[in-house]
Structure formats: structure tokens, C-alpha cells
């Protein structure tokens, strides 16, 4: 069974740009959350996604945003990027919306110049 | 006031040198309490979850323990492929997400 996925590994963009960062969760799995890691910050919570709707966001400015598709992937998307949104994003699925563990990607590591 | 606080945030073992790690939690109405390892680069590898206190958890090297304010980790006999970031993570009854602490970075030399 596959597990969740992102794409793309790595992202370089400059300040001021928009970045898309896109997720698929583990078949069946039908919430995505998607976490923020900065360098000595510890996981931050962005967003929660559960059949296509937005169920919570964390404390983050609303230049931070995503959806939730028809087949359950996930997007995130980052406008009028600043240095410090230079972070590894993680994006993890669950089946049951409101317990059990999480599982996460592999990340997504954005650069910001 | 952090909701999840994990100590040491740093710990060097000798291989085959036991120790615990400490996550301490002040949410209230605990839903689940997880252990996630994450190595460099990499997204976090789901360990355990415990819902109650008084659960353990084990596999391999490693157990889980639960109290209604703390759980540790206890890593028994430690090999060098053990060293890794282990985080900790809650989740407060009426809430989805996970919140999570700093983790704490083990080395274990050969």
C-alpha cells in the first residue's frame, strides 16, 4: 500500500512568489493535514481538510491556503512568499477524522531567496 | 505555556546505554498521546499511540509508557541506528489535530 506522497521534493522560490505544493493521501484516508517545520521550531499545524472542506486552520496569516480534491489530494498554497516561510512542509493523512494516528509524507522543502 | 514539552531536547548514548526521554503534556481531556521518530530530511515514522494511563506500548528497543501528565520512551540497549529525532505528539479531546513538542534528538554512538 502506498503511502502518502508530495511533490514536489524541493522548491526554490524568491520572496514575493506564490508556491503550490501538492499532497496525496493513503487510499481510503479521507482528512489531510498539512504541518509546517521550520528550522528548531518543532511541527506547526497549517491546515486540516476532511471530505473537501477546510475543518481548521492553525495560526498562520491567510496568505497560507489549500483545498481538498474531489479523490481526497491535497493542496497548499503559499502567496507572497517571505524568507522566513522557509520550512519543510509535511502533509499527512488519517482515515478517521478524528482519531488515530497521523501519517506523513516525506515533505516538501521549500527555499525562499 | 507549551502544551507539550519534551526533555532533554538532546541526549548522546553509548550504544547498549539505556535511557528514557520525557514528554510532559498539560492538555486536558486527552484523546491520544503518539510517538513519531523522524530522521534528517525526512517526515516523522509513527511509533505508538496511547490513549490511557497505564497503557505501554512496545517494539523492538523501545516502550511507550502513559500517566495522566508524562510519558516516556524508554530505549533499552540502544544501536547507532536508533539515533533519530523523537517527537512527541497530543491530542486534546474535541480537537482533530496533533499538537506537537520540540522532540529530542538521540545520538547513539558505536
Known amino acids: 500500500e502506498a503511502g502518502v506522497t508530495q511533490s514536489p521534493t524541493h522548491l526554490i522560490k524568491t520572496r514575493g512568489q506564490q508556491a503550490t505544493l501538492r499532497c496525496s493521501p493513503i487510499?481510503?484516508?479521507?482528512?489531510v493535514y498539512w504541518y509546517q517545520q521550520a528550522l528548531g521550531l518543532g511541527l506547526q499545524f497549517l491546515l486540516w481538510?476532511?471530505?473537501?472542506?477546510?475543518?481548521n486552520r492553525g495560526n498562520f496569516p491567510p496568505r497560507f491556503s489549500g483545498r481538498q480534491f474531489p479523490n481526497y489530494s491535497s493542496e497548499l498554497n503559499v502567496n507572497a512568499l517571505e524568507l522566513e516561510d522557509s520550512a519543510l512542509y509535511l502533509c499527512?493523512?488519517?482515515?478517521?477524522?478524528?482519531?488515530?494516528?497521523?501519517?506523513f509524507g516525506e515533505g516538501s522543502r521549500l527555499t525562499v531567496l | 505555556e507549551d502544551q507539550v514539552t519534551q526533555s532533554p531536547e538532546a541526549l548522546r548514548l553509548q550504544e547498549g546505554e539505556s535511557s528514557s526521554l520525557n514528554c510532559s503534556y498539560t492538555v486536558s481531556g486527552l484523546r491520544g498521546l503518539f510517538w513519531y521518530r523522524q530522521d534528517p530530511g525526512k517526515g516523522p515514522e509513527f511509533l505508538f499511540t496511547?490513549?490511557?494511563a497505564g497503557e505501554e506500548k512496545e517494539k523492538e528497543r523501545l516502550k511507550a509508557t502513559l500517566t495522566k501528565k508524562e510519558s516516556f520512551l524508554h530505549i533499552t540497549a540502544p544501536k547507532p541506528e536508533d539515533s533519530a529525532t523523537y517527537l512527541c505528539?497530543?491530542?486534546?479531546?474535541?480537537?482533530?489535530?496533533?499538537?506537537f513538542g520540540k522532540g529530542t534528538m538521540l545520538l547513539v554512538s558505536p
Open positions: 505528539a497530543v491530542q486534546e479531546g474535541g480537537y482533530s489535530t496533533l499538537t
Open positions: 496511547l490513549y490511557s
Open positions: 481538510y476532511d471530505e473537501g472542506e477546510e475543518r
Open positions: 499527512a493523512s488519517r482515515k478517521s477524522p478524528n482519531t488515530g494516528e497521523l501519517f
Open positions: 487510499s481510503g484516508h479521507t482528512s
